[in-house]
């Protein structure tokens, strides 16, 4: 048969109904609230599989590897290959017969929802799907995304053989939720088996459970079953009552007995009926100890000012190996410590460089010394120094050697390390001296006493903002040729536009113009591929080894049509510096040498920006020696996933790439503890850069740093991580946790920029000011704050956020006048 209603399917049938489907029919006979549907089966799924000859046409991609054009190709054969007319006819029924309402269609692969690997958001889920064409064509589609690039790599990641696993397609009717979520019966995060977790938000529950949105979040003891505690991200925001909550949880515990394991549930509220969407089994509990962790330290001023500027750089805890990625830059910070005249204790130095776990990047006690009396003639120095051309002369060329392609798999073990060794070495060095070029940068606490003494304390600090607005750097280059990119995909016909504004590049392959098109894809990331995306770690993908984020962006700049204008941020130079001039016009040779410091200041802006953008590529370097070290350890038996590689310590691997690995069994439960460490460090990591009730927000207000002159008004958008880049349109205002380099690209359509971390002299702010957007970085608490589409006021020069309603008042925010009115987009 190729449909099953739901109400015939139980656990039994997994090889017809996938995961998913056996599941709710085993919650269905359970006598459980479960929305009403069908299941199209996996069998059917094979019989056209065969027919459209799918084996035999991704072999070759399969056997090199070749995520990408597997899925292209894919694509191509469930798009265009014809149902049979009893398939499609069966469908069409089994739709009517539900009334044909509104409904949810979701994947359900039969290796999915199992207890050692669930397959979470691997593969596609349509919801408010109407009429039976759009059930068919979301058919096609969910089985299609069996094949996507990232659930490749998630069954290669596994040891699972792609052409033995088969999808079925589950069908129900959408439930009209008040409140929908997902509930943990053990508390996965904590690694607490005494209670549950339950993360519940108004409306349907998909946006918590890809990670679009955050709710309010439950923790449940289960005996006696009681709330313990409930984190609300907005004070005003609807909830569900308590008893509806406990009610659901007395559900989790009867499948949690019945399943024999802590589940992991949807559910939906309506009324007050609780309906379940989905249970599986909790992969990620693994052992439930977690390794020690050291208590968080008692930093001084000095250690907090120091460690101030990372979370923009660190949006995420480090793991394990991420630790040798910091032995390439910790030894040049110390370095560079001592230069400035300070001394660090050998035993600090020697914690911070072993540490695997981290709950904050903090930077070890320095001890002034009297060589700290040199400091002005060594600023001085290096601003005298021509560092771009010491970089490109001869960093730049150091960088290039030590990275220079090699067939990693024709190296030994030993040529491999001594490969990363070399990396390391040269990166710590290079970084090193670098560091000493941007300590000229420390000039401008100097520059600030001219520009106070001219304009007063109050302007001087919106001034200094301005004073640095227009620099040209390797980032806007690289953001200008990403906008070109999208110039040519506009132009280049539907086939290829329409592809990236829907969001499914992988259709390009199927025509000659989309072809062409990749290829232009490909030579931008041969350029700009070693990018980091979500911080400069060794477990954090670049945009070669994930370009998702690159075609998020195409998919917003393909509509504009100007590309992004550094006119506005040298208007705003120019006039700050006549500004300022003019005032210290009655010192003789003043203004003259301010404008030579301001200069020389701006140039080792520009040096910064671009040697940071080099250096990504030795971490991309890295990156490459780790992935073929990981594949190693999986093909010898040592490591159960290659991706497992990143929990482990550099100690580790070297001695399990000697022959010196533990027994299979020890691996595994190391792996598994290291795990759920991980998330409990990441968990506080998290609390630690967003307080929940950060300081500076009150009422309709937000209060941040001014980072970028100028006043907007505008709908707020959302976008929390890189795959969110296509949320944003133009003239809309961009509202995110954190900004670096890769995010700048958005600067070009958005009116505004607001971000939860960060500062005037981090890459957003300069980009921001280049493209002379005003921008509020620091507002701790925006992306909880501020509801996605709502209208807000930005006020880069005073550091605020107004939050409005619509139709809102201004009212209270300063410098709107001046800047074009408020009505619009105005860009000050």
């Known amino acids: 048969m190729m449909i099953h209603p739901l109400s015939e399917l139980s656990r039994a049938h997994l090889s017809t109904a996938g995961g998913k489907g056996a599941n709710l029919g085993e919650l269905t006979r359970l006598g459980l609230s479960v929305p009403a549907g069908f299941v199209v089966s996996a069998e059917a799924y094979a019989e056209h599989a065969r027919a459209w000859g799918l084996a035999e046409r991704v072999a070759e991609h399969l056997a090199s590897a070749r995520w990408e054009a597997a899925a292209a190709e894919v694509a191509e054969i469930f798009a265009r290959g014809a149902l049979s007319p009893a398939l499609e006819g069966a469908v069409r029924e089994a739709y009517r017969a539900l009334g044909a309402p509104k409904v949810a269609v979701r994947s359900s692969a039969t290796a999915e929802d199992l207890a050692e690997a669930s397959f979470a958001g691997q593969h596609d889920t349509f919801l408010d799907v109407e009429g039976e064409e759009a059930v068919l064509v979301a058919l096609r589609r969910c089985w299609a995304s069996l094949w996507t690039p990232r659930a490749l790599r998630y069954r290669a990641a596994r040891g699972i053989e792609h052409l033995g696993v088969d999808i079925a397609v589950v069908v129900q009717r959408m439930v009209p939720a008040d409140f929908a979520g997902v509930l943990f019966t053990v508390d996965p995060v904590a690694q607490r088996a005494d209670r ?16 679009q949105a955050t709710g309010d979040v439950y923790r449940v003891r289960r005996e006696p079953l009681a709330i313990e505690d409930r984190d609300r991200r907005e004070a005003d925001r609807p909830a569900p009552s308590e008893a509806l909550v406990l009610a659901l949880c007395r559900v989790g515990l009867q499948l949690e007995a019945h399943f024999g394991c802590p589940q992991d549930v949807e559910f939906a509220f309506a009324g007050d009926a609780v309906h379940l969407l989905q249970s599986r089994p909790i992969t990620t509990l693994g052992a439930a100890e977690i390794e020690p962790l050291p208590p968080l330290p008692k930093l001084t001023r000095l250690q907090e000012k120091m460690s101030s500027g990372n979370d923009d750089r660190f949006p995420v805890a480090p793991k394990p190996l991420d630790q040798w990625g910091f032995r390439m830059f910790i030894p040049a910070l110390l370095r560079t410590l001592r230069f400035l005249g300070a001394e660090v204790d050998a035993a600090e130095e020697r914690a911070m460089l ?4 981290r709950e904050m990047l903090v930077m070890p006690q320095p001890r002034p010394t009297l060589r700290l009396l040199g400091l002005p003639g060594k600023v001085a120095a290096s601003l005298r120094r021509d560092w771009m051309g010491w970089w490109e002369g001869e960093a730049f060329g150091r960088i290039q050697e030590a990275c220079a392609p090699v067939d990693l798999r024709a190296l030994d073990d030993a040529a491999l390390l001594g490969r990363a060794d070399r990396i390391a070495a040269m990166t ?3 970084l090193g001296e670098r560091f000493q070029g941007i300590v000229g940068m420390l000039a401008s606490v100097a520059l600030q006493v001219p520009v106070t003494a001219a304009v007063g304390k109050k302007r001087a600090a919106v001034l200094m903002a301005d004073l640095f607005s227009g620099l040209h750097t390797r980032t806007s280059e690289v953001n200008l040729a990403l906008h070109q990119l999208a110039r040519r995909a506009a132009s280049a016909g539907p086939e290829v536009s329409g592809a990236i504004r829907e969001g499914r590049p992988e259709a390009l392959a199927d025509t000659e113009g989309g072809r062409a098109f990749l290829g232009e894809v490909e030579a931008f990331l041969d350029a700009h591929g070693h990018r980091e995306t979500t911080g400069q770690y060794l477990s954090a993908p670049t945009w070669r080894q994930d370009p998702a984020p690159v075609w998020g962006l195409l998919r917003g700049l393909i509509d504009v049509t100007e590309p992004p204008s550094e006119e506005a941020g040298l208007a705003r130079h120019q006039a700050a510096l006549e500004e300022v001039t003019q005032a210290l016009r009655f010192v003789p040779g003043l203004p003259g040498a301010f404008r030579r410091t301001l200069e020389r200041l701006r140039e080792r802006t520009v040096f910064r920006e671009r040697s940071h953008y080099d250096l990504t590529r030795p971490i991309s370097a ?10 190693r350890l999986h093909e010898r038996g040592h490591l159960p996933n290659p991706e497992d590689v990143f929990y482990l310590t550099e100690a580790e691997v070297r001695a399990w790439l000697g022959g010196e690995a533990p027994p299979r069994g020890e691996v595994e439960a190391l792996v598994r503890r290291r795990r759920a460490t991980y998330a409990v460090v990441n968990g506080r990591w998290q609390r630690r850069a967003h307080p929940p009730d ?24 959302i976008v929390r991580e890189e795959r969110e880049f296509a949320r944003l349109k133009p003239g809309e205002i961009l509202v995110c946790p954190y900004t670096n380099p890769a995010w700048t690209s958005l600067f070009g ?8 971390v960060g500062g005037a002299a981090s890459h957003g702010a300069i980009v921001a000011r280049e493209y002379g957007i005003p921008a509020v970085l620091g507002a701790a608490g925006a992306t909880e704050r501020i509801v996605d589409g709502q209208e807000i006021l930005v006020d880069g020069t005073e550091g605020r956020v107004k939050l409005l309603g619509q139709g809102g008042e201004v009212g209270g925010v300063s410098g709107v006048g001046g800047v074009g009115g408020v009505g619009g987009a105005a860009r000050g």
Request: hydrophobic letters at 50%; charged letters at 15%; zero cysteines.
């Open 694 to 717: 950060a300081a500076g927000t009150s009422g309709s207000e937000l209060r941040g740093v001014g980072a970028s002159s100028g006043v907007v008004r505008g709908k707020a958008r």
């Open 749 to 756: 359509i958005a009116a505004g920029l607001v971000t939860n």
């Open 622 to 631: 890295m990156q490459a020696v780790i992935a073929e070290i990981a594949r």
């Open 196 to 211: 549950m977790l339950l993360e519940v938000t108004p409306g349907l529950g998909e946006a918590v459970v890809s990670g």
């Open 428 to 430: 710590a060095d290079v």
């Open 354 to 357: 072993d540490q695997v776990w």
